[in-house]
């Protein structure tokens, strides 16, 4: 052998793993996890980061409010819904209190992968429907739908949503609202316990 070989071995093997190391960090940069078997290689990998939905498709930075029209997951939300949203931010506002939209309209696209996304977390579809539903009923990418924050916001819209006709629909997600205008006389319906209990989902 060589003396040499080593070195002419060694080469490779230190740019792969430099090439996944780059790799690693550019997947944890974009928050991308691989949900599932098949995306593995690393042009998997790639299509995943390059092919990530954006603002076109409902992503938004922190801090968007319902006021916020330059964004789709706002500008897109049923327009009742969204006028009832800005109603009671503005009287929420006068109280020291401001409404964000972690989430509201989405694209068929980004449902379908978040959906992805719970079944890799949660272990199983059956666990991830609690949480997820997918594009074909979810009130997200109907633009029915808006997931909203801080807690004090939710803690507000819990004690006053109702007279906007706003409601909690699910116990599990304390964020997640949609407009019920019968609620402004007799109140918000029950809650389902998460999303697998509401017949819509069926």
């Given amino acids: 052998m060589s003396p040499h070989t080593p070195a002419r071995t060694g080469v490779p093997r230190a740019r792969r793993l430099v090439v996944a190391v780059v790799i690693a960090a550019i997947v944890a940069a974009a928050g991308i996890r691989l949900v599932s078997s098949s995306a593995t290689s690393l042009g998997d990998v790639l299509g995943e980061i390059l092919d990530a939905p954006g603002e076109a498709d409902g992503v938004v930075p922190d801090g968007v409010t319902v006021f916020d029209d330059e964004f789709p997951a706002v500008a897109r939300l049923d327009p009742d819904l969204l006028g009832a949203l ?9 109280q020291g209190v401001e409404l964000h939209v972690n989430s509201g309209w989405r694209s068929a696209r980004y449902q379908e992968q978040l959906l992805r996304h719970a079944v890799f977390e949660y272990g199983s579809p059956q666990e991830a429907a609690r949480w997820v539903a997918p594009a074909d009923k979810s009130a997200h990418v109907s633009g029915d739908a808006v997931d909203l924050g801080p807690v004090e916001a939710t803690g ?3 004690q006053h949503g109702a007279g ?15 407009l019920r205008p019968e609620a402004a006389r007799r109140g918000c319906p029950p809650m389902y316990a998460d999303p697998t209990h509401d017949p819509r989902m069926r």
Avoid at 86 to 94: E, F, K, L, M, T
Avoid at 164 to 178: A, F, R
């Fill in 164 to 178: 906007y006709g706003l409601c909690q629909i699910y116990g599990n997600e304390s964020w997640h609202y949609e």
């Fill in 86 to 94: 800005r109603r009671a931010a503005a009287d929420a506002a006068a």
């Fill in 156 to 158: 507000w819209l819990s």
